[in-house]
């Protein structure tokens, strides 16, 4: 088997929508992924084996320009930062960064400190910004504990970001993360929904840092007739997983939370029960209309589709398709790694 295969080039085809021209989450125009994948060793058998991914809803300036929001919690045993404010709000102003546990405190700073940059007014003439990181334990292979990850590398994962195909598998956020017990991290998958009455065509689109799930839950049985490495490791912990749903359909930021629920469809359909120990989070946005921070204006008229629209259901169901198809493609694109103490996480599918 090749690596960086989708998990369709293996011959598994997941739902009933069609996908996005990529498959992938920049399929919705003007979103964008950069990644900063952090692989040496440190001292003594210690390793650093982890990085950043950053996530751009749009290129401009997002604190100026705002998008609707939401966010939904499947298990609360997480460690994001600026959730709160989303779902109060209802919009997102920051770039949405992943990284791993201990890497949270340092990518706030370092988005924090990219965004004072080009906002000057920020804490100045205007108020302050909301930040949005969410992250995965990637203790197994990364030497957590010594903190590998830098501001600066948030900056250069946004400095990255391009509308182009993101990478899969082992990298940025997902270089250390550990999924069914075998290697895990970046995947992303979309799906076209389509206005019956218009017949104007719209994009969903999802990326997941996969680190959930035991061995013991692996549905291997979705995998029969292809080779697949029998090793994978029994996990410690209970695992995580940060789901970023993205859309070009006009949506309220409490639409937007009802889409973000199905995402935990997919999640379970791919073998997950939301386990005790393990933070289960989804962050959704759509791209259709911006939030303008410096309007003078006491009314705004905002647009979204009807609650009863037929394309609320294929939205529900492009949640769940997606969620679940980029889980496997973080499967299918990672590659074997090796980390800290001499560790390694088998890829799933041979190399």
């Known amino acids: 088997m090749q690596k960086n295969k989708k998990i369709r080039d293996r011959g598994i085809s997941i739902g009933a929508l069609k996908t996005g021209r990529n498959n992938c989450i920049t399929d919705v125009a003007g979103v964008k992924v950069g990644h900063v994948t952090l692989a040496h060793p440190l001292e003594g058998d210690e390793y650093s084996c982890t990085g950043v991914t950053a996530i751009l809803p749009h290129g401009g300036n997002l604190f100026r320009e705002k998008v609707v929001a939401a966010s939904y919690v499947l298990n609360g045993f997480g460690k994001t930062t600026g959730l709160v404010q989303v ?62 990850v830098k501001p600066n590398h948030a900056k250069e994962a946004i400095s990255k970001a391009s509308t182009n195909v993101s990478s899969e598998g082992a990298v940025g956020a997902g270089k250390g993360m550990v999924c069914f017990g075998y290697k895990g991290g970046i995947g992303s998958s979309s799906r076209m929904i389509i206005d019956e009455i218009e ?70 359909r791919s073998g997950s029960h939301f386990n005790h120990g393990s933070g289960d989070i989804v962050i959704a946005f759509s791209t259709a209309q911006k939030v303008f921070h410096h309007n003078e204006q006491v009314f705004e008229a905002t647009q979204h589709i009807r609650d009863d629209h037929s394309m609320m259901n294929q939205l529900f169901a492009a949640a769940a398709e997606s969620t679940e198809e980029a889980i496997f493609n973080s499967l299918s694109q990672a590659v074997t790694t090796r980390g800290r103490k001499g560790n390694i996480v088998e890829s799933l599918f041979p190399e």
């Open 199 to 268: 017949g104007k065509e719209y994009t969903v689109g999802c990326m997941v840092l996969s680190n959930f799930g035991s061995k013991e839950e692996f549905p291997s049985n979705r995998f029969s007739g292809l080779e697949t490495h029998e090793t994978a490791i029994s996990k410690t912990t209970d695992g995580s997983i940060i789901i970023v749903l993205a859309t070009d359909v006009p949506l309220s930021d409490r639409q937007l939370l009802r889409v973000a629920k199905r995402c935990g469809i997919g999640l379970g």
């Open 87 to 148: 779902n109060e709000l209802g919009v997102i102003e920051s770039p949405i960064m992943l990284t791993n546990t201990f890497g949270v405190p340092a990518v706030t700073q370092g988005t924090l400190e990219y965004m004072l940059d080009i906002t000057p007014e920020i804490g100045e003439t205007t108020g302050t910004i909301n930040i949005v990181v969410g992250e995965c334990n990637d203790s197994h292979l990364n030497s957590i504990r010594h903190f590998p």
